[in-house]
């Protein structure tokens, strides 16, 4: 693997899931990772999501090689958000890599209000919840990043999306709020090309989440084997961001399993994941 020894990244959203994940691939790459979010103790949570946290997701970043920071932010807060960016400043003195996968969406995904449930019968804070932290807070996020990153004439940004920006996958809100960060990160690239900073809307396959594991105990369907774990989505973040021609594709939409195909590197137990492309697209 190519070292991130000496790049800075932050990554939102990382107390648990798909975002510790990212920090942790990033982590084991060498790389000093700011690690957001909410969640400081996690008391509160149900039983299988008790040591999930910010600081627990920083110090498993340091036991793999790389430097893990806890930052509490609420991305929903454009104060919060700034004194995240003027940290990593103070501290670093530059970032290389910001990854934006904080949602706040998740606090409505029950059966009730999220998956079998017509838009028209949903919560409008549903929609809210979807935008604040989702896709506007990508947006602050994106543009405190780019204040830092064309000073460098470097620089890597990745929006968490997924398959529901292209078609419909159970909620109206989801779906609209997925096609607009798709398009975000497009405009993005096209303003941020000539200051060198890569764009890219990131679609995972089927994840092993933490969540999705407390699930599969309840659901004899659920193959977790043939999930991409976390730390996969982590490791194609890196491939990206040691790709010194990545620029070329900046603004587009690229699939996990098609990353670590191209780049010829496999998920942590050692197998290569198979894109959703056909399933999905």
């Known amino acids: 693997m190519k070292s991130l020894k000496g790049k800075v990244a932050i990554v ?18 060498g790389a000093t990772v700011y690690v957001t979010g909410r969640t400081e103790k996690g008391e509160m949570l149900p039983e299988f999501l008790k040591e999930t946290s910010i600081h627990t997701t920083a110090k498993e970043v340091t036991k793999l090689g790389g430097v893990g920071i806890a930052h509490k932010c609420d991305h929903s807060n454009d104060n919060e958000v700034e004194d995240l960016f003027k940290r990593v400043t103070y501290e670093q003195g530059k970032l290389d890599i910001l990854v934006n996968n904080a949602w706040g969406g998740g606090i409505h995904a029950t059966k009730e209000y999220f998956f079998n449930t017509p838009f028209w ?11 604040t932290v989702g896709l506007r807070s990508n947006y602050v996020a994106s543009k405190l990043a780019a204040q830092i990153m064309t000073k460098e004439k ?10 529901g920006g292209r078609r419909y996958m159970n909620n109206v809100s989801y779906g609209v709020c997925k096609a607009a960060v798709d398009r975000l990160s497009k405009d993005m690239a096209y303003e941020l090309k000539d200051h060198k900073v890569s764009v890219f809307s990131l679609y995972p396959g089927q994840i092993r989440t933490e969540g999705m594991i407390e699930y599969a105990k309840y659901d004899d369907s659920v193959d977790l084997s043939k999930m991409e774990s ?32 191209h780049y010829g590197f496999t998920d942590i137990d050692g197998k290569q994941p198979k894109s959703l492309r056909k399933e999905l697209w």
């Open 121 to 131: 019968k949903q919560p409008v804070s549903l929609w809210d919840d979807n935008y």
């Open 230 to 261: 976390p730390q996969f989505v982590g490791r194609c973040i890196k491939a990206l961001a040691t790709d010194s021609n990545a620029i070329k594709d900046t603004g587009k939409i690229l699939i996990t399993a098609e990353i670590a195909k």
């Open 12 to 29: 939102t959203g990382a107390s648990r899931g798909v975002g510790k994940g990212i920090a942790l691939g990033l982590g084991e790459a």
């Open 154 to 163: 470097n620089g890597l940004i990745v929006n968490i999306s997924f398959y």
